[in-house]
Structures are given as C-alpha cells and as structure tokens.
C-alpha cells in the first residue's frame, strides 16, 4: 500500500484542520491506520489510530476529546479531524498502516506500522 496525506496548513490556536490519507495499492480493509506526529527536535509519536474494521479507536492523551480519527474503506481514506488546535499541536504528521488481517486491534507503537507516508505539517500559531 502506499500513502499519501494532505490537509496540514498554516492555522492560529483554537482553529480546527481535517488530515487525509489517501491509500492505494492492497486491499486497504485489511490494515490498521494511524496517525503519528513529529516536532522539531522531538521522536515520532503516536497520535491516533483506528482498527482495520473501523470499530476500535485509541488516541494519545493529549488530543483525546480534540481529534477525531475515522476511515472509509470503500474509498480507502482515513482521516484525522481536529479541533481547538494548540501550539504544542505543530509538528510533521505522519499517516501509517499495519497489515494485520488476523486482528482488530489499534497498534499504537511505531513499529507495528508497516507503511508510512511522507508527511504533512501543521503549524499552529500562538
């Protein structure tokens, strides 16, 4: 599968932005989808993930009750919509996927995830 996201921008605090990831290639329903991200100078990190099914969800503390991840399988996107956005919110996002047809669970470290893509970032001003 290869990924592509879209959707970061220039945005001040407060303000809300919806990332995509578009993925092609295998049968996009047989993978689990996340969402890391990666400040300057900071690891990447998980930020959000959601079983393959689209029945499990699992975020970092940080954004619970801010970003919302969902998937379309038919259209082999997933998304990350957040809201009330901080500046400690900027940084590189990263769009990953698992293979994982024996399972429905959220993998949330890094090296569960198989496939990434290139990034987009996020900036959000004070």
């Known amino acids: 599968v290869q990924l592509v996201e879209s959707g970061g921008g220039l945005v001040q605090a407060g303000d809300s932005l919806r990332l995509s990831c578009a993925a092609s290639?295998?049968?996009?329903?047989?993978?689990?989808m996340g969402w890391f991200r990666q400040a300057p100078g900071k690891e990447r990190e998980f930020v959000a993930g959601?079983?393959?099914?689209?029945?499990?969800?699992d975020y970092t503390d940080s954004v619970k009750g801010r970003f919302t991840i969902s998937r379309d399988n038919p259209k082999n996107t997933v998304h990350l919509q957040m809201i009330s956005l901080k500046p400690e919110d900027t940084a590189v996002y990263y769009c990953?996927?698992?293979?994982?047809?024996?399972?429905?669970?959220?993998?949330?470290?890094?090296?569960?995830?198989?496939?990434w893509g290139q990034g987009t970032q996020v900036t959000v001003s004070s």
């Open positions: 990953a996927a698992d293979y994982t047809i024996r399972s429905d669970n959220v993998p949330v470290r890094r090296i569960e995830y198989d496939t």
């Open positions: 290639g295998r049968t996009f329903s047989s993978y689990a």
């Open positions: 959601i079983s393959r099914s689209g029945g499990k969800t």
